[in-house]
């Protein structure tokens, strides 16, 4: 396996002659959780929906297992094993939370028209689900309707289904967004679980997030890398102080 899961060189994304992301090379190493921070605006969400194919660059190259994905969709690099989240939970709330699984799971059976048949049909997925609860901590809220879930479960219910996947990559959009500090301490600690045998990338605010979690850093700062290394490397560089920070 190659040192790096993901490599982009020279990326860039332009709207209407406005750079959002210029020339950004990242390499994210496998088995890490790599951060991806900066101040509102800096390129981070659309580094996250070039790399997943939610838009296409303008410029540069993604590479994934070091082949070249750059013209792929979206459906082709998730089934290659980089799966994303998003800053707003994707969960149906109509549904309970081994329902929310089950249906990702159900993905191993391409184009099946499972709606059309009886439950009887599906139950062989129950374990699994039940197991991806177990992982996130959701094991005693197999029945509950996602709906009536509080914020942090969802989060935690999100990451189950994306789990179903069996993705070798995660990528995590601001995974602690709106939580109350327990909550906090919860995702974080499922991260780190969740991170002992698949590469992670995230883009988070709480800086105390990324110190406790990541084994590397890439700061953002108007669409370019501003520095990237351990949370010691960038607190101390002067431009990520002034550009992150404010100091």
């Known amino acids: 396996m190659s040192e790096y899961l993901v490599e982009t060189e020279n990326l860039c994304k332009e709207f209407k ?37 939610f838009l296409k660059p303008t410029a540069g190259t993604i590479r994934y297992r070091g082949q070249d994905i750059t013209d792929l969709p979206p459906t082709d690099v998730a089934r290659r094993g980089m799966v994303r989240s998003f800053q ?12 929310n699984v089950k249906l990702a799971l159900q993905r191993a059976r391409g184009g099946s028209f499972d709606f059309w048949r009886s439950r009887s049909a599906l139950r062989a997925y129950d374990t699994r689900a039940r197991e991806l609860l177990d992982d996130v901590g959701l094991g005693d809220f197999a029945g509950t309707m996602a709906a009536e879930m509080p914020y942090g479960r969802k989060r935690a219910l999100e990451i189950a289904t994306t789990l179903a996947l069996d ?17 906090i ?16 990338l995230m883009v988070e605010h709480n800086l105390n997030v990324v110190a406790d979690l990541s084994d590397e850093i890439t700061v953002l700062a108007r669409g370019e890398i501003l520095a990237q ?4 490397d960038i607190a101390d560089h002067p431009g990520v102080r002034e550009a992150y920070l404010g100091v």
């Open 185 to 200: 301490d919860r995702i974080s600690a499922l991260i780190r679980r969740i991170g002992k045998n698949r590469t992670i």
């Open 17 to 53: 002659g406005f750079a959002a992301v210029s020339n950004v090379t990242l390499k994210v190493r496998t088995g890490s959780i790599h951060a991806l921070i900066g101040p509102n605006g800096a390129g981070k969400t659309t580094c996250f929906n070039l790399l997943t194919k």
């Open 167 to 183: 993705p070798d990559m995660l990528l995590l959009d601001e995974p602690m967004a709106g939580m109350a500090h327990e909550e």
């Open 229 to 232: 290394g351990s949370y010691r």
């Open 88 to 99: 707003i939970s994707a969960v149906f709330p109509g549904m309970t939370a081994l329902e």
